[in-house]
Protein backbone atom coordinates (compact mmCIF):
# COMPACT_ATOMS: atom_id res chain seq x y z
CA UNK A 1 0.00 0.00 0.00
CA UNK A 2 1.19 3.60 -0.61
CA UNK A 3 0.77 6.28 1.66
CA UNK A 4 1.32 9.69 2.63
CA UNK A 5 5.06 10.45 4.85
CA UNK A 6 5.14 13.18 6.52
CA UNK A 7 8.63 14.82 5.00
CA UNK A 8 9.26 16.94 8.27
CA UNK A 9 8.15 14.56 11.37
CA UNK A 10 8.18 11.13 9.36
CA UNK A 11 4.63 10.64 10.65
CA UNK A 12 3.06 8.18 8.18
CA UNK A 13 -0.70 9.03 7.43
CA UNK A 14 -3.01 5.77 7.00
CA UNK A 15 -6.07 7.26 6.83
CA UNK A 16 -6.02 7.23 3.47
CA UNK A 17 -3.62 4.58 1.73
CA UNK A 18 -3.63 3.33 -2.11
CA UNK A 19 -2.76 0.00 -3.86
CA UNK A 20 -0.28 1.33 -6.35
CA UNK A 21 1.52 4.21 -6.56
CA UNK A 22 -0.28 4.50 -10.32
CA UNK A 23 -3.95 4.37 -8.14
CA UNK A 24 -2.48 7.47 -6.02
CA UNK A 25 -1.12 9.45 -9.05
CA UNK A 26 -4.53 8.48 -10.83
CA UNK A 27 -6.39 10.30 -7.73
CA UNK A 28 -3.96 13.58 -7.82
CA UNK A 29 -2.89 12.47 -4.06
CA UNK A 30 0.30 14.58 -4.52
CA UNK A 31 -2.01 17.94 -5.66
CA UNK A 32 -4.36 17.08 -2.79
CA UNK A 33 -3.84 19.68 -0.18
CA UNK A 34 -2.85 17.44 2.63
CA UNK A 35 -2.08 18.55 6.40
CA UNK A 36 0.16 16.59 9.30
CA UNK A 37 -1.74 15.34 11.88
CA UNK A 38 1.12 15.11 14.15
CA UNK A 39 3.26 18.23 12.84
CA UNK A 40 0.73 20.88 10.46
CA UNK A 41 3.53 20.30 7.96
CA UNK A 42 2.27 20.45 4.80
CA UNK A 43 4.98 18.65 2.83
CA UNK A 44 4.63 14.63 2.23
CA UNK A 45 6.67 12.39 0.03
CA UNK A 46 4.39 8.82 -0.97
CA UNK A 47 5.79 5.98 0.54
CA UNK A 48 5.57 2.25 0.07
CA UNK A 49 4.35 0.98 3.19
CA UNK A 50 4.88 -2.46 4.82
CA UNK A 51 1.75 -4.82 5.19
CA UNK A 52 3.13 -5.27 8.45
CA UNK A 53 2.36 -1.86 9.47
CA UNK A 54 -1.11 -1.12 7.62
CA UNK A 55 -2.43 -3.44 10.74
CA UNK A 56 -1.70 -1.73 13.63
CA UNK A 57 -3.93 0.77 15.49
CA UNK A 58 -3.23 4.38 14.77
ZN1 LIG B 1 4.57 15.82 10.36
Do not use: K
Request: aromatic share 8%.
Amino acid sequence: MWVRHCSRCGRIDVRNRYETFEQAEAESVVETPWTCPTCDSTEFTLTEQPEDIAHLPE
